[in-house]
C-alpha cells in the first residue's frame, strides 16, 4: 500500500491552528478598540455627572438672586460623584468643578462665601447672596 504524501491529519491539525491564530488576532483588535471607546465614553459620563453637579448649584444661586431678601435655604454637593473625586472653584462670577477627566464651568450670580461638598445654606440678606457665612 502506498500512502499518500499529503496527511489528512496534519491537515486539519494546520488548519485549525491557523483559525484560532487569526480569531486570537481578531480578538485582540477587537479588545483593543472596546478598550479606547470605553475610556472616552467614561471621561464624557464624567463630564456630564459633573455638569450635572454644577447645574444644581447655579440654580440655587440664580433662584435665590430672583427672590426677595429674607429667603434661605439648604442644599446638598454630593462628597463624591459616583465615587469621582472632585474640586469646586469660584472667582468673582464663575464656578468651576474639575476632576482628573473632566471639567465644568459655569457663570453665577456675585454672591459672598464658599460652595462646599456638603451641606450648603444660601441666604438672601439686603440683596446680597451669602452662601455658608
Not at 24 to 45: G, H, I, R, Y
Not at 80 to 93: A, R, V
Request: proline residues 2%.
Amino acid at each position: 500500500m502506498l500512502r499518500s504524501l499529503t496527511d489528512p491529519k496534519g491537515q486539519v491539525a494546520f488548519e485549525f491552528v491557523l483559525l484560532v491564530g487569526i480569531l486570537f488576532a481578531a480578538m485582540l483588535v477587537f479588545t483593543a478598540f472596546v478598550s479606547e471607546n470605553f475610556s472616552e465614553v467614561q471621561s464624557d459620563t464624567d463630564y456630564f455627572r459633573m455638569k450635572d453637579v454644577a447645574l444644581t448649584v447655579k440654580s440655587e444661586l440664580n433662584l435665590a438672586a430672583a427672590l426677595d431678601d429674607g429667603y434661605q435655604r439648604s442644599f446638598f454637593v454630593p462628597l463624591t460623584i459616583d465615587g469621582l473625586e472632585y474640586n469646586i472653584t469660584s472667582d468673582s462670577s464663575s464656578l468651576m468643578f474639575a476632576s482628573a477627566g473632566a471639567e465644568y464651568s459655569v457663570s453665577v450670580p456675585t454672591y459672598s462665601g464658599d460652595v462646599q461638598k456638603g451641606n450648603n445654606v444660601i441666604k438672601k440678606i439686603d440683596g446680597n447672596i451669602e452662601l455658608n457665612t
